[in-house]
Structure formats: structure tokens, C-alpha cells
């Protein structure tokens, strides 16, 4: 899920949401060598101007839109020639911005999906409960059972 944290979060001790910059791009570094099995060349402050633009224009979603490149594009991307490329910092430039904002607006996707999927479970919980509660109350529970509070034969004077 986009929202929970993965194993390259978790290594650097944050969600990509709250990342800065510099943690973003060693985020970057660790994905790329989990994927291509080699490091991503850097040269670190020119890729980290590229990141605070991201950051700037896409605020907390720039993290979730790395992670969702790496994790559900597999860090490649596919030209109109049917070509795979892997990541490159280039990718970030601003030139870039379309394909960015197609990323964006499939991280917006996905985290709706996620809120919902989330609420569903949450209405499933609170409906067990409630039926729960319903059906404990038919059981004629006593006093004691029902913490304390008035049991429904002792309010219907059974």
C-alpha cells in the first residue's frame, strides 16, 4: 500500500511524505539498487535542487510519487517506441513535468482507493460491533455481565 511504510522507509526511519530533499534522494538510491542491482550515479546537490522543486510543486505527494514509480512501474517507463527505460534523475527536471503529473494524478487514484478501501473496513468493524452489542443485549445477560448497567429483562421487569 502507498500510505504504509516499505523497507526503504523503514531503513531510513520515515515515510516518504515527510522525507526532505536529501532523504528523498538516498530513498531513490536504495530503490534504484533494490531494482537494478547497481547505484543510481549522483552527483547529490544537483539532484537534490531537482527534488526541493518537486517537493515544491507536489508538497507532501513528491515522496508518494517516487515510491509509486519504483513500486507500481517497477522504476522503468515506457516510450511510445515500446522501448524500457530506467529511472533517471533527468526524469525530475521540470522538462518533465507531464509525465510527473500523470504520476500524480495515479498517486491521488491510489490513495482515494486506499481511504476507501480503509473507511470499508473501519464501517465492517463498527457493524460487527453493533450487531454484537444487539445480540448481547437479547441474551439476557445479568447485571454484572452487562457492566454494570441494567440489564433489557430487568427493564422489561422479567
Known sequence: MLTQKDEFEHQLHKSVK???PSELLDYIQLQFKSKFGYELPVEREREI???KRLKKTYGADAGYILKWYFEH?????????????????????????????????????????ERKKLLDQVNEVESKESKESEDSSKQGKTREQNHGFATLDELMGR
Open 18 to 20: 515527510q522525507m526532505e
Open 49 to 51: 535542487s531537482m527534488l
Open 73 to 113: 512501474h517497477g522504476g522503468t517507463s515506457t516510450y511510445r517506441s515500446g522501448r524500457v527505460h530506467k529511472f533517471k534523475m533527468s526524469w525530475l527536471a521540470s522538462s518533465q513535468k507531464y509525465w510527473l503529473d500523470e504520476l500524480f494524478e495515479e498517486v491521488q487514484e491510489q490513495k482515494a482507493k
